[in-house]
């Protein structure tokens, strides 16, 4: 099945820093969104964004479904953006996403 | 507009026993699913439902596992004879339909086998 991976696995910033996110895929994938799991859990939807790029405030995603890979951008940091980032990808088969290890992102004060 | 809801938020329950968990959509979505996370991983995929049929359940771990939608909306996840294995955050979500739309998360129930 496909392989999802994402990096870096950690990532501490002072606030105010900006940072990449990178997903890598193995196969081609018609479905790609981009979550943030706050401390109690909750998973947030940030992007969908199967190919193409888009932008929402501080937060921008490019996905090149070409070159199979995803990047989540988070521009001026702040503490509350802490929390795990995970990248999802579903292909043909079904509706069901496969979940990267996720990247842990901790911002300091 | 109301998101995914799941009940109970946690449960602590004996091995051996039997469990219940419950997912309801957000209204109009057709599509359901239950994925299953573990300490310091992603979430993986366990069942989805497009309606009321299981479309597929080939996450299932084993034939412990059960999961039906009887009225194409709430969705109940359903365990038999619980091992300490399965403690994990269950997690349910829903989409507009089928195949290559978002998918919107519930907050999960944490089980715990004791």
């Known amino acids: 099945g496909i392989q999802v991976e994402q990096s870096p696995p950690d990532l501490i910033l002072q606030e105010g820093a900006n940072s990449t996110l990178r997903c890598n895929f193995s196969d081609s994938v018609n479905n790609l969104q981009w979550f943030h799991q706050n401390p109690w859990g909750q998973l947030i939807n940030l992007f969908y964004?199967?190919?193409g790029t888009k932008q929402n405030g501080r937060l921008s995603a490019t996905t090149v479904a070409t070159e199979r890979y995803s990047l989540l951008y988070i521009s001026s940091s702040q503490t509350t953006d802490s929390g795990v980032y995970f990248c999802?990808?579903?292909?043909?088969?079904?509706?069901?996403?496969?979940f990267g290890q996720g990247t842990e992102l901790s911002v300091k004060p | 507009g109301a998101g995914v809801s799941q009940t109970p938020s946690n449960k602590v329950t004996e091995k051996g026993k039997y469990v219940e968990l419950r997912c309801d959509p957000i209204?109009?979505?057709?599509?359901l699913y239950w994925y299953r996370q573990s300490l310091g991983q992603g979430p993986e995929f366990l069942i989805y439902?497009?309606?009321?049929?299981?479309?597929?359940d080939s996450g299932l771990p084993n034939d412990r596992f059960f999961a039906v939608r009887p009225e194409g909306s709430v969705s109940t996840l359903k365990i038999q004879r619980t091992e300490r294995g399965d403690s994990a955050v269950y997690l349910c979500?829903?989409?507009?339909?089928?195949?290559?739309?978002?998918?919107?998360f519930g907050p999960g129930t944490r089980l715990t086998v004791t």
């Open positions: 999802a990808v579903g292909n043909n088969q079904g509706g069901k996403l496969i």
């Open positions: 964004i199967p190919s």
């Open positions: 979500a829903s989409s507009l339909s089928y195949g290559n739309y978002e998918q919107y």
């Open positions: 439902f497009q309606g009321t049929g299981a479309a597929d």
């Open positions: 209204s109009g979505h057709t599509a």
